[in-house]
């Protein structure tokens, strides 16, 4: 059999400083990975994340970028290449939100979010496919809006929903060097991220709306992850599945129910990172990258 292990693999995780990103890169790093940890403008939070790397004795490497631009993505891989002698593992956290109605929706909005979410998503893999060793696994994390029928995230889902096209077609293409290619789409995640958008009323409606009345563990996503009550409230982070095993597979992690949302839910601010499939409408539209 096989053995799947991480010891001594090399991982760039794009967005990989905090959030889902941040517990990727740390639960790598412990299971032996050397990692490239990308920010496009957290600079402390990715300084943290590999200097906590370092101390524990793994090794770690920062790098600046917007992925928006190919030259930072192709750079991006081109550190780990230079760093550690090449790359095993591609794993894509970033994304930007958006909950805005059609009508409101201004050319510059539907711009960025189609170059964050749908881009910078295709060019990630475009150039994981190029840099990656035989053998070599590509995560990229989606929304499981794209199986919900909602309203006001029309950028964001729309973003998101090519990079299924993406990951079918890559999955295919790569296949024959072993390179499996694999989408993760999880739902409102129990982070900093999501309760600093939230109001008491808002968290427990999105609860409401998931499987056992709770918001994703981000535990539940990183395998191997030490438990949310074991980690600093500022390693609470979010992101994509590790290793999976077929070439491709897309897996919600934690369905939302399909539950229509109450008459009169409680509305003052809106989620950044909602995916409920009938989330409350916002008092006003706001942008969050993760």
Do not use: C, W
Not at 56 to 78: C, H, I, M, N, P
Not at 271 to 287: I, K, N, Q, V
């Amino acid at each position: 059999m096989t053995e799947n292990t991480l010891r001594d693999k090399v991982a760039v995780v794009g967005g990989g400083e905090k959030n889902l990103g941040g517990l990727i890169s740390r639960t790598f790093a412990e299971a032996g990975a050397k990692v490239v940890v990308h920010y496009h403008s957290s600079e402390n939070d990715a300084e943290q994340t590999v200097m906590a790397i370092q101390e524990a004795g793994g090794e770690a490497v920062s790098v600046q970028g917007d992925l928006t631009k190919v030259a930072d993505v192709r750079r991006l891989f081109d550190t780990a290449v230079d760093t550690y002698g090449g790359a095993d593992i591609a794993v894509n956290t970033t994304g930007m939100v958006l909950r805005k109605p059609i009508l409101e929706t201004t050319e510059e909005e539907y711009d960025r979010m189609f170059g964050i979410n749908a881009k910078a998503a295709y060019f990630f893999i475009q150039e994981a496919g190029r840099r990656l060793n035989d053998h070599g696994k590509i995560i990229s994390l989606g929304t499981s809006l794209l199986a919900a029928f909602t309203d006001g995230y029309s950028t964001y889902a729309g973003g998101k929903a090519p990079l299924e096209h993406f990951t079918r077609a890559a999955a295919k293409e790569f296949a024959d060097r072993g390179i499996s290619v694999n989408m993760v789409a999880p739902g409102p995640m129990d982070t900093p991220f999501f309760y600093g958008q939230e109001t008491p009323e808002r968290v427990e409606f999105h609860k409401s709306q998931a499987m056992g009345n709770q918001l994703t563990q981000i535990e539940d996503i990183v395998p191997n992850a030490p438990p949310a009550k074991a980690r600093p409230l500022s390693q609470q982070s979010s992101a994509p599945a590790t290793s999976p095993s077929s070439p491709h597979h897309r897996v919600p992690r934690r369905a939302a129910k399909r539950t229509s949302s109450p008459s009169n839910p409680p509305s003052t601010r809106h989620s950044t990172r909602s995916t409920s499939p009938t989330p409350p409408a916002p008092a006003a539209p706001l942008f969050s990258a993760t």
